[in-house]
């Protein structure tokens, strides 16, 4: 990936800086957006630095595109705003491809797949006695009380597909996994693959349920994950997928993928983005 040249923490958080693989590119350098607190696409790790699939992500993106790129920690989705407002020139961040914010923002082709999971305090009922079925999995959530990340995919599933449920949103994913753990929703919903990395002292105290629920059958849930971008921007669109598709051909993001989320979620590029 790009080589980091420096870190700094700003106003809104952390800073991380990529170099392009050639000094010879006369394009003004991107800056992107990351959460930093929604693991394992991008956190902040123990040193302070941003890390995650995402971050690492960002870093391939520039050095195929050839790029000096900035990576700044932001709120989401407060981040959507300020892309199109100008602060930002992308924003990645695990966020899906839906109808409703392809109103607002333009996306990259998807670079990974998506599947969303609920988990459960783990002295719970369900957890020992959990659904066989995705649809004894949802009759059994039919009338709970449910979290989710505020603006999200999940939070937007949750209204739809169980309108009896009590919605209850949380600003972070570390607040949602917390209130889980201490019983304070009966259960929480959120990228498959977020409940492979909690902290350690919430990993003890919540289970993931299966089976996971895809876009497949959802299609509240997207078109997989890709980067925000403004709709003007086209020509940084058609830069981006085609970095995408590089990544995807020389198998980095599948590398990736199986780094972060033990599996390998990447999106082929046959086809239409």
Sequence with gaps: MAGVIAVRRAVCGLVLLFAAASPLRAEPALTFATEGTYPP???????????GFDVELIGALCRVAE????LEQAVFPAMIDQLVEGRFDGIVSGIAITAEREKTIA???PYMSLSVSFAVPAGSRLAANAPDTREQLLAALAHARLGAQADTVNAGFIAEVLPEAT????????SLNAAIARGTVDAGLAATETWLDPAP?????????????????????GRGLGIGLRKADGALKAALDDAICAL????????????WFR????VPCAGGG
Excluded at 41 to 47: C, K, L, M
């Design 41 to 51: 696409w991008s956190i902040v790790d123990a040193a302070g630095t941003l890390a």
């Design 167 to 174: 919605l209850v949103t949380f600003g972070d994913q570390e």
């Design 107 to 109: 996306f990259t082709r």
């Design 201 to 221: 002292e919430i990993a003890r105290s919540i289970v993931a349920l299966r089976p996971p629920l895809t876009s497949v059958a959802y299609p509240i849930l």
């Design 248 to 259: 995807v051909a020389d198998g980095t993001i599948a590398l990736l993928s199986v780094r």
């Design 263 to 266: 599996v390998d979620l990447s």
């Design 67 to 70: 790029r000096d790129c900035t």
